[in-house]
Each structure stands twice: as C-alpha cells, then as structure tokens.
C-alpha cells in the first residue's frame, strides 16, 4: 500500500506544485523577506550573498521531493475533498515543516533562531498548503 501510492502520484498535480514553489519562493525570498532573512541570519547590513546554481537548484529539487511525498500521504490516507487537502496542507507545514525549521535554527549557528522560523514560517505553511491543493485539484 505504502510504495504503490507513488505509482498513483498525478504528475501534472507535482508540476503543478513544483512550478508554484518555485516562483512562490523566488518572490518570497527574493523580494518580500529578504531584508529580514538577512538579519535573521546574522548577515543584516553584509553584502548579498551571490546565489549559484546549488542556490537555486538546491531548494528546488528538495520542494520537489517533500511534493512528491506529500502527493503519496495524500493517497495513503485517502484524502477526497479541498478541505481534506487544506487541512492536510496546514498538519504537514506547522507540524513537520515550520517545526523541523526551528529544529535546524536552534542551533549556535543561528544567531536568531526565533527569527529565522517567523520570516520562513509562512513560506513553508502557504507553499504546504498551495501544494496540496494543486496536488488535489489537478489529479
């Protein structure tokens, strides 16, 4: 059962999903919070870090496996309705998603931990939420 939800994953639902995680965090990152995630980052005032190709490739490919696996839950646990899908969306970005991120900044290396997950708090719980959403409507 675990395994043979994959081989049920709409793919144009993971495009979908993929495509606005993208964009949604170009914008996101790149224009509304980035003077905040500087400064939660300690780096308020540095220079602009240069974005590579691991930058930008990176998150990507990492969006594209949580869509994926968030594609397969919702088939494992039968998810049948918009609202089935939303609250699925909000469980998996404040439960796993907005916690994991304060797991990771509570660390040394993040000067502002509490920072850190309110500037990227939003990003994973409006992403978690478009992506199952996307997920059901384009099955």
């Known amino acids: 059962m675990i395994f043979s939800a994959f081989s049920?994953?709409?793919?144009?639902?993971?495009?979908?999903a993929a495509g606005f995680g993208f964009v949604f965090g170009g914008v996101y990152f790149g224009a509304l919070v980035r003077r905040p995630y500087a400064a939660a980052l300690g780096r308020g005032g540095m220079p602009e870090a240069k974005l590579g190709p691991l930058s930008i490739?990176?998150?990507f490919l990492c969006n594209l496996v949580m869509i994926v696996t968030t594609a397969a839950v919702m088939r494992m646990v039968g998810v049948a309705s918009?609202?089935?899908?939303?609250?699925?969306?909000?469980?998996?970005?404040?439960?796993y998603l907005?916690?994991?991120?304060?797991?990771?900044?509570?660390?040394?290396?993040?000067?502002?931990?509490?920072a850190y997950t309110l500037v990227n708090g939003p990003y994973f719980i409006v992403s978690s939420l478009?992506?199952?959403?996307l997920l059901f409507l384009v099955d």
Do not use: E
């Open 8 to 16: 049920q994953i709409s793919l144009w639902g993971v495009v979908a």
């Open 57 to 59: 490739l990176g998150p």
């Open 98 to 114: 907005l916690a994991m991120c304060m797991t990771i900044a509570i660390n040394p290396n993040f000067p502002k931990p509490f």
């Open 82 to 95: 918009p609202g089935d899908a939303l609250a699925l969306g909000l469980v998996i970005g404040v439960g």
């Open 130 to 133: 478009a992506t199952t959403a």
